[in-house]
Each structure stands twice: as structure tokens, then as C-alpha cells.
């Protein structure tokens, strides 16, 4: 999920469509206000539909997969978790000129997850790794193999050397591309030989609910699946730091080679995001910077 103030009619989504689209498949809920989130994700358009649900519609094709499986999945995992996690209530089809599955969803109330907006961040982080754990545990049978419907996420981090190179080249000169290209060597060569297991794939601050200064629930499961669950440490080094970072390592206790992909993930990330808006948006540069920085600290402690 990639945070973004909600403009009504972005990806030709609107109120409008919405309400057409329930009023035509969920009758019964036609009355209902529908009006936008104040935060959106970039994957999806959600829209709060009366007091307590929500209306979620893909974007675009590669991200519609995400309906059938989380409607599938979600219920699977919530008992197995520790915080709440969305609760599919309904599924829409395509129509009123919109192509994909769509979904309604219950409200999950509390608000992004901020620095500001944590009592305690090593407490949070604690938090955060209890839950990575559990997710871990739940039972990984028939889960939904990572690949395409989680861009990848849970298969080796190679996927991505292409494109991680080809970054690498274009920011010569404006990162350090040799300790940079050290960090992703080692990545690619600490390979998974676990069992499957399930993981989120984008677990990051926008994607963790906060209320009374506790995380309360974590949403947007889009990228989710089983396999390697390296990429679900990457919150790591994009959100910790200190203290609160020490804690999430100790409590998820994974060894040197989990760590060495989820530093990979984080880099990847990190690197295109920064390429994009380097000699654009500079506060957006700055947060990628900081990224690589403290992966390529943390690479050059762990030997």
C-alpha cells in the first residue's frame, strides 16, 4: 500500500460508481452514504459505506486477484491472529462499466500508523513482530503460493535483479552503488530452504492501524500468500531504528540469512522508489535516502 490523500475519481473510480455498483448488487445497503477514505492505498479505491463498512475496488488488473483471496483467506487466518484484520462481508462483480471483483469489507477504526501517533515504539514494535510470528504460525495448507498475486513477494528476492540492477546503474554517482550492490549480492545468495509459511508482503506503516497509541489492527492483505516471509521484516529499517529495531529483531529471532533477503527487499524498494523521485519530489527522495542508508549500516555491522 502506498499512502495517498484520496481524490475522489482517481483510476476512474468515484462516489458515484459506488453507489451504482451497491445499489445494483447490495440493494439492501443502497441507502447508505458513501463517501471516500481520507487516507487511500494506491492498490485499491476505499470507500466508507455508512458507519460500518467499507467499499474496495481494485485499481487496476494486476491488483483484482487480491478480492478472490483475501475474501478466501482472510477469515482463515483472523482466528490465528493477535490484532483485528479486515473482515470480508461481501463480494461484488463487475458492472456499471467497472471490470473487476470488488469487495465490502467491515470498518476497521483507528488511524495510520505514525511515530506521533505511538505511545511507545518499541512497545509497537514488539507489537508488530508478535504479529509477523503469528502470522508465520497459522496454518500454511492451501494457502495461495507466492507469484504474480503477490508481485512476487515470498519467492527469492532474484525476481527482482533486473530491475535492481538497472536502478543501481542510473543512481551511480548519487548512492553507494557498490556497497548497495553488496547488500542485494548477499541477498540473492542466502536462499530459503524453510517450509512455506504465510506471510503479508507489505506490512508498513500505512498498512497498521493505531488507536489509544497501540496498534489495533494491520489491513491490506493484497500481497499476501505462502512462502519465504523474509520481505515482512523490511518495517525494520522503514520504520524502526534504535531501540524499537533491537526489539522487532530479538522478538522475530530470525538467523543471518532471513535477514540478509530482508535487507535485499527493503533495498529493492528502496532504490527504485528513490530513482522515481530523486530529482522530483525531494521529501519523498529523502525517506527512500534514509532507507538505503540504514540497510547498507546494517549490512556492513552484520559482517
Not at 8 to 35: C, E, K, M, N, Y
Not at 280 to 297: F, I, M, N, S, Y
Amino acid at each position: 500500500m502506498v499512502e495517498n490523500r484520496n481524490i475522489d475519481g482517481r483510476a476512474g473510480i468515484d462516489a458515484g460508481l459506488v453507489r451504482r455498483l451497491v445499489a445494483a448488487q447490495f440493494p439492501h445497503w443502497s441507502s447508505l452514504p458513501v463517501t471516500p477514505v481520507e487516507v487511500d492505498g494506491w492498490d485499491n479505491r476505499t470507500y466508507r459505506l455508512g458507519d460500518e463498512m467499507t467499499a474496495r475496488l481494485p485499481t487496476a488488473a494486476g491488483y483484482a486477484p487480491a478480492v478472490d483471496k483475501e475474501d478466501r483467506w482472510l477469515p482463515v487466518l483472523a482466528p490465528s491472529l493477535p490484532v483485528d484484520i479486515p473482515v470480508p462481508l461481501a463480494k461484488g462483480v463487475p458492472g456499471e462499466g467497472y471490470p473487476f471483483n470488488w469487495s465490502i469489507r467491515g470498518w476497521l477504526d483507528g488511524e495510520t500508523a505514525t511515530p506521533e501517533r505511538v505511545d511507545d515504539l518499541s512497545e509497537f514494535a514488539a507489537s508488530v513482530a508478535e504479529f509477523v510470528l503469528a502470522l508465520r504460525r497459522a496454518d500454511a495448507t492451501g494457502g495461495p503460493v507466492a507469484g504474480a498475486h503477490s508481485f512476487h513477494r515470498g519467492t527469492p528476492p532474484a525476481y527482482y535483479d533486473e530491475e535492481t540492477r538497472r536502478t543501481l546503474a542510473a543512481l551511480e554517482g548519487r548512492v553507494d552503488t557498490v556497497r548497495a550492490a553488496a547488500v542485494w549480492d548477499a541477498a540473492l545468495e542466502a536462499t530459503w530452504s524453510g517450509p512455506p509459511m504465510w506471510f503479508h508482503g507489505d506490512i508498513a506503516s500505512g498498512n497498521l492501524l493505531v488507536r489509544d497509541g497501540k496498534l489495533r489492527a494491520v489491513i491490506d492483505f493484497g500481497t499476501s500468500g505462502v512462502g519465504d516471509p523474509a520481505c515482512d521484516l523490511v518495517i525494520a529499517w522503514t520504520m524502526f531504528s534504535g531501540k524499537s529495531r533491537e526489539v522487532f529483531r530479538d522478538i522475530v529471532a530470525q538467523d543471518d540469512a532471513m535477514w540478509a533477503r530482508a535487507r535485499g527487499w527493503a533495498l529493492w524498494k528502496a532504490l527504485i522508489t528513490l530513482a522515481q523521485n530523486i530529482d522530483g519530489d525531494e521529501r519523498k527522495a529523502a525517506e527512500h535516502r534514509h532507507v538505503v542508508d540504514e540497510v547498507l549500516a546494517d549490512h556492513d555491522r552484520a559482517g
